[in-house]
């Protein structure tokens, strides 16, 4: 297991899924962890959960569409634990599997406020605190829908795509400056999000990966940990596909 003992680190979305999953692994492999989160309950949880091991968290509510609900979750890791190291910022929704043309405009304001706004907020914010700290790093939750196009999606699409392409700029205009900045693109992972999309049968995606079995969230919390770690003190501007071979098809 990659080693993040001494490091603060904060997760947007910590309440479940992905974000559960990570926070438990940053906080397992030595992290204090700040979890921020729109259902207080679920990330409370989370915290419980992470004390329950012996580990360092605090719960932060957060919707990342507010850029304040951002700046304060970044003030509370700091508060709560005198800096900021490490950042996944892992909130997001997914719209509606829909033509283009039938997209309707709330939700995709909605959408956009989410995954690529919020994703911009966290970042400015994290950063900006991490420059006076003298470093850091950063990994974003993108997607295969950010690497590839699939019909029904193109507004998640769209979102995730701005957020591999944000990733790879922030990457090269902190590359010097001690900030890496990265990606993970899940492919079907056994979330609640995926659930919801297929009805309640997220297995039935697993045709579409190469692997035959769809993800689960630990595989990519163990991703993002490696490349929030000293392991991957080399890899910058990468968003990496964790998704079962679908992106090599």
């Known amino acids: 297991m990659a080693d ?33 989160n729109r259902d207080a309950s679920k990330g409370e949880a989370v915290v419980d959960l992470i004390r329950g091991r ?15 609900d951002a700046k304060a979750l970044v003030a509370r890791a700091v508060s709560e634990f005198g800096r900021l190291d490490l950042a996944f910022n892992n909130a997001g929704i ?14 995709a304001s909605a959408l956009f406020d989410v995954n690529l706004k919020g994703v911009f907020y966290c970042m400015k914010f994290e950063i ?18 950010g690497l590839n196009g699939y019909p029904g999606w193109s507004l998640y699409a769209a979102s995730k795509h701005a957020v591999t392409g944000m990733t790879k700029s922030a990457a090269l205009d902190y590359a010097k400056r001690n900030i890496r900045v990265n990606a ?9 999000l995926l659930a919801k999309g297929t009805g309640g049968d997220p297995n039935s ?22 490349l929030l770690s000293d392991a991957a003190r080399y890899v910058t ?11 090599a098809q």
């Open 54 to 68: 012996g580990g360092k968290a605090c719960f932060q509510k957060t919707d990342v569409a507010q850029p304040e």
């Open 94 to 107: 997914d719209g509606e599997q829909v033509p283009l043309h039938e997209q309707d405009i709330a939700k």
């Open 128 to 145: 900006e605190q991490m420059l006076r700290s003298g470093g850091g790093a950063i990994v974003n939750t993108s997607s295969i829908f």
């Open 184 to 192: 993970v693109g899940p492919g079907p992972v056994e979330t609640p």
């Open 205 to 226: 995606y697993s045709a579409f990966v190469p692997m035959g079995r769809i993800g689960q969230p630990e595989e990519i919390a163990d991703a993002v940990v490696w």
């Open 237 to 247: 501007g990468h968003t990496l596909p964790v998704d079962g071979g679908v992106c």
């Open 4 to 36: 993040l003992v001494g490091k603060v680190g904060l997760i947007t979305g910590g309440g479940s899924g992905i974000g559960r999953a990570t926070a438990l692994a940053m906080a397992d492999a030595g992290a204090a962890v700040v979890i921020g």
